[in-house]
Each structure stands twice: as structure tokens, then as C-alpha cells.
């Protein structure tokens, strides 16, 4: 290589994907490991995002848009379904946590690993 | 012994990430899509809307919305269903 | 329940947001949003009065039953909306050129006409129908559960 690219949304999205790798990986209370996952979604949607940006190019929508090239519309779509079922799972998750509490009366990950009745 | 497995992992997944991130296309000039460039064009005359994202939606990748909707009435039923079994305890509903 | 004053700015300020959430919805083919991001917005109105009011409150005009029926009612409307033009392709775009909605707008930019689109702006209310009754039947659900608790036990 001979230069290294200094783009900062894709370096934003990389630092969001590691940074909730790390969550996942060291961490043992149960609600941090759901905010790791939300944050893992969000460098994922930004990324989507950005692959997709035209340098001084118009929103894809034909409503009074000055002239001049468009940005490629096909990952916004793709960023919408995936907000859209994040925000499902997360639902879900949250809901599997409060039986947990209920079940073995803990929070902690290793410590209510163990089935009983 | 965790603790090294973990660290070991979480290295190569930064290494994997940031190459990615590294090998890319500059930011801001894609490479050229056939596909984005035809929808672009005729999206007004074959659907007759304005929005582009919204007929990208609903026309020409319908079959993804009918799968995010499922997955979304899916959601609610498990939701729904999960807190109802700790709530007919206590109270007549 | 908070307050009385909390309580009149919530009675006053819902009216606005459920109007701004059905234009999103309904102008989903001319300008950015669409039948998703309508019914975020209205969901976040209902979010505010469950919190000024108290959620055994919100339970008597929000019944579950009829929630249900509406969120199931959207996706079949979707469903028939796909169904309906089987004879040339699934999710074919049939009301394209009758004067229900089918209007074609002029190439390249211009003011855009609300009488177009198809069967896009159908199938963004009954999208907009289905997240609006889902997700505030899951915020209902989560507020009732976890100030209920007091009574189980």
C-alpha cells in the first residue's frame, strides 16, 4: 500500500464492531451483554450506510432534488429491514433476561448456568 | 486459560476488521453497479413514485418486507407470549 | 401518574405527534419515510402517555384483544396487496394505470403528485397499521409486567 486511507466513517464502524467484540468476549452481567449486542448492530447499520455514499451526490428521492448524480439507494433499503429486526431481537432478548432473574435470581452469566427444576 | 482464548480471539478479530476496513473502496467513490445505475434510471416510469428507497421497498425487493414483517409479527407473538405464563399469577386479566 | 401539569401537555401534545406520524406514513412515496418510520413515531406518542399516565389507565382504552386484531388485519392486507396481481408476477404493480392511485410523475425532478405510486401507498399503511399495534402491545405488556409485581406477591 502505498498510502493508508483515512476514512473516518468506515474507522467509526470498525471501532463500534471492536469495541462490542470486547463486550462479549470479557464481560459476565447479562445487561451488558445486551448492550454489546445493540452496539454491534449499530456499527453494523453504520457501515451499511456508508458503503454506499457518492462523493457531493443528492438523496434518491426525484421531490425538488438539485441537479446532479444520485447516491446508490439499494443498501439504505437494506439498513431499514435491518433496524427493523434489531430492534425485534433486542425486544425478545430483554424478555429472556427478566426469566432468567426470575428463575435463578442472578444476573451473573456463569453463575446461572446450571438447569435446575 | 479464559482469559488467553478470549484475548487470542478478540486479537484476530481486530486484525480481521481492520484489514477489511483497510482494503475497501475509498470513501466516496464506489465501484460502478449496473444494477443501482438501471434502478436509479427507471424507477419513476415502472412504479411511479418519487422515492427511490421506498420503490426499492416495496416493488423491486418486496419478497425481503414480506420476510421483515414476519420476522417483526414473530417478535411480538414471543414477547407477548413469554410475559403472560408470570402475569395470570396475580391478577385476572 | 405524575403530575397535573404533566398530564394536560401530554393530552395536549399527543394530538400533534399522531398527526405527524400519519403524514410520514401517508406521504411515503414522495418525500423520505414510509410506513416503518411512521409508526416509530407514533409509538414513541404512546411511550409518553404511558408515562404520564400510569399504565393501569392505558389498559382500559388499549385493550389487548383489539390490538391483536389490527396488527393481524395489517399483515393480511399486505399479504392480498402481493397476491393480487398473480396472474403476471408475485408483487406485481396492478394499479398503475387505473385512477385509483395510479398516476406516473414526470421524468426527473418536480413537485411530486400523491395520486401515484401504485400500490405503494397501500402497502405503507397497512406496514404503518402493523408496527403501530405491535410495538405499542410489547411496550404495554413490559410497563404492565413490571409495575404488576407488587400485587403478585
Excluded: C
Excluded at chain 1, 3 to 13: E, K, R, S
Excluded at chain 1, 55 to 73: F, K, L, R, W
Excluded at chain 2, 3 to 24: D, E, N, R
Amino acid at each position: 500500500m502505498d498510502y493508508i486511507p483515512l476514512d473516518f466513517p468506515f474507522l467509526a464502524a470498525a471501532l463500534l464492531v471492536g469495541i462490542s467484540f470486547y463486550i462479549i468476549i470479557f464481560k459476565k452481567n447479562l445487561t451488558k451483554l445486551i448492550m454489546g449486542v445493540a452496539m454491534l448492530a449499530s456499527g453494523v447499520n453504520l457501515f451499511l450506510v456508508a458503503l454506499g455514499y457518492r462523493a457531493g451526490a443528492n438523496a434518491p428521492i426525484y421531490t425538488d432534488v438539485p441537479e446532479g448524480p444520485m447516491v446508490m439507494s439499494i443498501p439504505q433499503a437494506l439498513t431499514l429491514t435491518s433496524i427493523v429486526i434489531n430492534v425485534a431481537v433486542l425486544a425478545l432478548m430483554l424478555t429472556m433476561v427478566i426469566h432468567i432473574y426470575r428463575h435463578t435470581g442472578t444476573l451473573d452469566s456463569e453463575k446461572s448456568r446450571k438447569m435446575k427444576g | 486459560m479464559r482469559q488467553i482464548a478470549g484475548l487470542i480471539s478478540l486479537l484476530v478479530l481486530v486484525v480481521f476488521i481492520v484489514s477489511g476496513v483497510l482494503l475497501i473502496h475509498p470513501f466516496g467513490h464506489p465501484d460502478a453497479s449496473a444494477m443501482d445505475d438501471y434502478i436509479i434510471e427507471n424507477a419513476q416510469q415502472e412504479t411511479g413514485s418519487n422515492n427511490v428507497v421506498a420503490a426499492v421497498l416495496f416493488d423491486y425487493r418486496g419478497l425481503d418486507t414480506l420476510g421483515e414483517a414476519t420476522i417483526l409479527f414473530t417478535a411480538v407473538t414471543g414477547v407477548l407470549l413469554l410475559l403472560r405464563s408470570l402475569k395470570r399469577k396475580g391478577e385476572s386479566s | 401518574m405524575l403530575s397535573k401539569i404533566v398530564r394536560t401537555a401530554a393530552n395536549q401534545l399527543i394530538v400533534f405527534i399522531a398527526v405527524f406520524g400519519l403524514y410520514v406514513i401517508a406521504h411515503g412515496h414522495i418525500t423520505p419515510g414510509g410506513g416503518f418510520q411512521g409508526g416509530a413515531i407514533i409509538v414513541s406518542g404512546v411511550v409518553m402517555l404511558l408515562v404520564a399516565f400510569s399504565s393501569h389507565e392505558i389498559k382500559k382504552g388499549l385493550r389487548e384483544r383489539v390490538l391483536s386484531v389490527v396488527e393481524s388485519s395489517g399483515a393480511l392486507v399486505f399479504i392480498i396487496l402481493a397476491f393480487a396481481g398473480i396472474g403476471t408476477v408475485f408483487f406485481y404493480n396492478l394499479l398503475l394505470g387505473t385512477p385509483l392511485f395510479g398516476g406516473i410523475p414526470a421524468t426527473g425532478p418536480g413537485p411530486g403528485n400523491i395520486w401515484t405510486g401504485g400500490i405503494i401507498p397501500l402497502m405503507n399503511f397497512a406496514v404503518g397499521l402493523k408496527v403501530i399495534a405491535g410495538l405499542s402491545a410489547v411496550v404495554l405488556a413490559l410497563a404492565l409486567f413490571s409495575s404488576g409485581e407488587e400485587v403478585e406477591e
